[in-house]
């Protein structure tokens, strides 16, 4: 009797070995979130933010440093099988300020090295610009894009929320389905576009996009917002930042000095020389006044 409970144990550890393996494998994926495996990931180039990736995926991101005062983080999951794809974020989406006499015309880049990294143009809605993204990003996997309703829009996290006073927040969600050379696609893309009236800068935070197998869009949703709520920042990331900022600041204001002593003494050595060419003049008028004849009325 113990024997057969031994050998029926081991079958059983055997058959969830199995199982675990595949899923590993991404042969089949599950129904939802819930029956994943999740583990705590930490990004590893600035420690500043953990979340829950799923045990068994290709799994890609952190923070990334592009100033003194841009950082943005991004993560990249993906199945084995290729079936089911997400982006929580995108770095490759700039930061962005509105055209105007001191930005320049829309179009162009904003660049300041060690500082940030911009580029000029008009607000977009948050709706727009899941639109423009979705095509722009999926153009080399989708052959075709059928416009579908977006049904689904994340829960976000209350530390996502922009609290600042006269900020405009827009939000959207674009959907479409597409034909790939693996078979049919659903694309789906959700922005939260936020514009800051006083500096004229504007931003898309958080920019989430998937794209999946239909049988599989309820596990990408599902595995999006486990995702997301997991998501915590490290404090003293955020006091490093901090600290970052005040050396950023640091640095433009020593260079505004710099540049104002500059001004001063081009304006010092501007006077000086054109107190020399009056002076130069002067004496001159003084001298032709000497050597001219005294007419007699």
Known sequence: MGALRLSFLATLLVRCLFLFATSLRGDTLPKSAADLHWVRYTDSAEGAFSMDVPVGWQVQGGMYRFGYFYVRWMMDVRALNGKVIIRINDVNVPPYV???????????????????????????TGQDYAERYAKQRFAAVCETFTPGKATWKP????????????ARVTEGAAAY?????????????????????????????????????????????????????????????????????QMGLDQIRAGFQQFLQQMQAYHQQREAAMNQQVAHFESQQHAQAQQAPIRGL
């Open 98 to 124: 509105l055209p105007g006499p001191h930005s320049g015309a829309a179009g162009h880049a904003a660049i300041k090295p060690q500082q940030y990294q911009m580029i000029v143009d008009n607000y977009r």
């Open 177 to 245: 389905d597409c034909s790939t050379s693996d078979g049919p696609r659903v694309v789906t893309v959700y922005a939260q576009n936020t514009l800051h009236p006083t500096s004229g800068l504007w931003q898309v935070d958080p920019i989430i996009s998937t794209i999946e197998a239909p049988e599989d869009s309820a596990l990408a949703t599902s595995m999006i917002q486990h995702m997301i709520e997991s998501w915590q920042v490290n404090p003293e990331w955020e006091r490093y930042q901090q600290r970052m900022t």
């Open 155 to 166: 829960t976000l996290p209350a530390s996502w929320k922009n609290s600042e006073a006269g």
